[in-house]
């Protein structure tokens, strides 16, 4: 398996910037009254998951990329719960809900495949910092 030279040409990367700009724009429509509140905590734990993917393929080590991964997954699991919590609240109709979670749950199952990859030092190849 050939490593990527760069986080950018990781797919999961990629989505997961689909993934803030989505979470940017439905949190956009949430009552003014959110705005510190669940929308900050929406919007930062969806930048963290791209964040977290570069921070650890640039850190250069297995160990320290599979740490950011996995911090990157926590990430997710509080955007889950946090989706849950504005369909609740009525901030997202059901359309908007299902696409978002829907390219979480996409996300999420890349995020678990590359940190068990991650494991397997057969498939690791890191790549030298310039």
Do not use: C
């Not at 760069?6 to 956009?28: N, P, Q």
């Not at 969806?46 to 850190?59: C, F, Y």
């Not at 504005?86 to 359309?95: Q, W």
Request: aromatic fraction near 10%.
């Amino acid at each position: 398996m050939k490593a990527p030279k760069s986080y950018k040409d990781l797919t999961v990367w990629k989505k997961s910037m689909d993934f803030v700009e989505r979470v940017y724009s439905i949190t956009g429509d949430f009552p003014a009254e959110e705005r510190f509140a669940l929308t900050i905590q929406m919007r930062k734990a969806a930048v963290s998951i791209p964040s977290n993917i570069a921070e650890g393929q640039r850190r250069g080590t297995r160990k320290d990329y599979a740490r950011f991964v996995l911090i990157a997954y926590g990430s997710g699991a509080e955007l889950e719960t946090q989706l849950e919590i504005a369909k609740r609240l009525k901030y997202l109709n059901d359309v908007s809900f299902t696409d978002t979670f829907e390219l979480l749950q996409e996300i999420m199952k890349m995020l678990n495949r590359l940190e068990r990859s991650l494991k397997n030092p057969t498939n690791y190849h890191p790549q030298p910092t310039n």
